[in-house]
């Protein structure tokens, strides 16, 4: 038959996975915190400066490059109510 009493054995296993949980969860919340750390516009700017003055050809074909997809996205939303506009009329 098995006994539904926790043994010392049982606790004291217990009392290591909550500390184990317990670090993780620290260990996740900080990691949390550098990343919104980092993702703060000041960090983000500075980043930039930074790359742009070691590799700026780096910088601008992203910048291009960025430029180019929110382009391409904006003229793809005018074209579909355009050409939708044209099909209704």
């Given at each position: 038959?098995t006994d539904?009493?926790t043994?010392?054995?049982?606790e004291?296993g217990?009392n ?6 317990d670090k993780t969860?620290?260990?996740l919340?900080?990691?949390l915190d550098e990343?919104?750390r980092?993702?703060?516009?000041a960090e983000l700017w500075?980043?930039?400066?930074i790359l ?5 050809l780096?910088?601008?074909g ?13 003229f ?7 050409g ?6």
């Amino acid at each position: 038959m098995t006994d539904a009493t926790t043994t010392p054995d049982d606790e004291a296993g217990e009392n290591a996975l909550h500390l184990d949980a317990d670090k993780t969860r620290d260990d996740l919340e900080e990691t949390l915190d550098e990343i919104e750390r980092r993702l703060t516009p000041a960090e983000l700017w500075k980043s930039t400066r930074i790359l742009y003055a070691e590799r700026p050809l780096v910088v601008l074909g992203a910048a291009a490059g960025a430029v180019a997809a929110v382009g391409g996205l904006v003229f793809w939303a005018v074209a579909s109510v355009r050409g939708a506009s044209h099909r209704n009329g």
